[in-house]
């Protein structure tokens, strides 16, 4: 379905931009795709596509709030100097009302348990949520029926180890690093796939993936910091 959802997105896309260009051809109106920030589309599409699939996220939102903040910018319909100014503190509202809404959204887990081993803290969550802001913290997650999970660093550190989890199904764990870094230890019995747009950040995938296996899929949003699977 999410896979159908996308094509469509595109499809339509497409097909506009055929129209514009042939539009411009007769003289109807004038088209340019290589307008004044055209690059800027670059990020606002896939958020567009990503909010279609999957629901507004905070990796999404703040994908496509860079990226219109940047293209208001390059349009000169902000005042100068602002539009980079103004995108920093735009970020810290985005990722302060996931934390209130969109984190916070969730219900509880009936089958919540965490244990404290030394510095790391062992879970059994389903969905797990992980969260480090100006601070870091290690995890472990041993669910034997793995639903997916988020986490999201803000000028923090997560270290998440995922290696021993099981899952029947495909899933989705979101990674955002906002001035942080997120490493994440992958389940060792499982196809891996890492998706996502670095913007003035990195993500790499280092980890085992094993043919014929449930999947799990990371998406990762990193804005000047870094997501590491393993």
Known sequence: MKGKVSRIVWGVILIIVGIGFTGDLFHWWNFDLFFEGWWTLFLIIPAVVSMVRDGINVGNSILGILGLVLLLD???????????????????????????????????????????????????????????????????????????????????????????????????????????????????????????????????NEAASVQNAPQITFHCVSIFGGCEIL
């Open 74 to 204: 390059r349009q000169r319909i902000l005042p100068d100097g602002v539009g980079l100014k103004i995108l920093f503190p735009i970020l810290l509202v985005v990722a302060g009302l996931a934390l209130l809404i969109g984190l916070g959204r969730k219900p509880k887990d009936p089958n919540h348990r965490m244990v404290n081993v030394g510095s790391l803290k062992l879970d059994f969550d389903a969905f797990p949520e992980y969260i480090a802001i100006f601070s870091g913290s290690d995890h472990k997650n041993n669910n034997k029926d793995f639903k997916g999970g988020k986490a999201l660093a803000i000028f923090g550190g997560l270290d998440i180890d995922l290696s021993e989890v099981s899952f029947y199904e495909d899933v989705t764990f979101e990674c955002v690093a906002v001035f942080g870094g997120i490493s994440v230890k992958a389940p060792t019995f499982a196809q891996v796939q890492v998706t996502g747009v670095p913007i003035f950040g990195g993500n790499s």
